[in-house]
């Protein structure tokens, strides 16, 4: 069956423009978490979603960072003014509840 | 902030050695998860470990949560070139969905 995809899988942006990252998670899953994920580092944890509902967003690193899910099934990760600390895998996630977590491929995001 | 440390980071083993990671918690846990992450590839889940002194075995691999739920380990016997790749432990507390991802083992295995 499908799992989860992400939309572009790579994107190169000029410092200060905004991009817009795409998430479809597996259909009926309620949970949907982005990450980020440095070069040697593990996934860090920007947000999470139960459904339309953002649960928690205490990962977002500054107010450029903003998620939505307005249907509970697709989200969008958008970051306004990148800049090069922003360069990153961006991945999500989706859970039916409490157990694993299903990751797409990411999206490499490298700001120039 | 909940914080959980992986040790080692790298680790270099001959085909057929065993090879063991370990993770720990600055927090009790409610769980623990294993995920596995080949070279280019995204996150994979191995498997999730609830109870205080769980011991579950997936064929070679072997996954111990402590009994004060505040750290845990997986084992690998015999290693294979296939098990190539980056193990990442992932916690979490109390009744958050917020998963807390170690910095990860890499395994490299020569053979």
Not at chain 1, 64 to 90: M, N, W
């Amino acid at each position: 069956g499908a799992g989860v995809s992400q939309s572009p899988r790579y994107k190169v942006a000029k410092r200060g423009q905004d991009v817009a990252l795409r998430c479809d998670p597996i259909s009926g899953h309620v949970s949907l978490f982005w990450y980020q994920q440095a070069l040697g580092q593990g996934p860090e944890f920007l947000t999470y979603f139960q459904n339309e509902a953002q649960l928690d967003k205490s990962g977002l690193p500054s107010d450029r960072f903003f998620a939505e899910r307005p249907e509970g099934s697709v989200s969008t990760l958008k970051i306004q003014r990148t800049q090069q600390e922003d360069s990153a895998v961006y991945l999500c996630a989706s859970s039916s509840g409490r157990d694993e977590q299903y990751f797409g491929p990411g999206t490499r995001l490298t700001v120039t | 902030g909940q914080q959980v440390m992986q040790i080692p980071q790298y680790q270099h083993v001959q085909e057929g050695e065993d090879f063991t990671t370990y993770c720990n918690s600055s927090t009790t846990l409610s769980n623990i998860q294993w995920y596995k992450q080949r070279p280019g590839g995204h996150p994979v889940f191995l498997i999730q470990l609830v109870k205080s002194g769980e011991v579950k075995k997936q064929k070679r691999l072997t996954f111990q949560f402590g009994e004060a739920k505040k750290n845990s380990s997986l084992h690998i016997t015999a290693t294979q070139t296939t098990d190539v790749g980056t193990y990442f432990c992932a916690g979490r507390s109390g009744g958050y969905q917020k998963v807390t991802f170690g910095i990860g083992t890499k395994l490299q295995v020569i053979p």
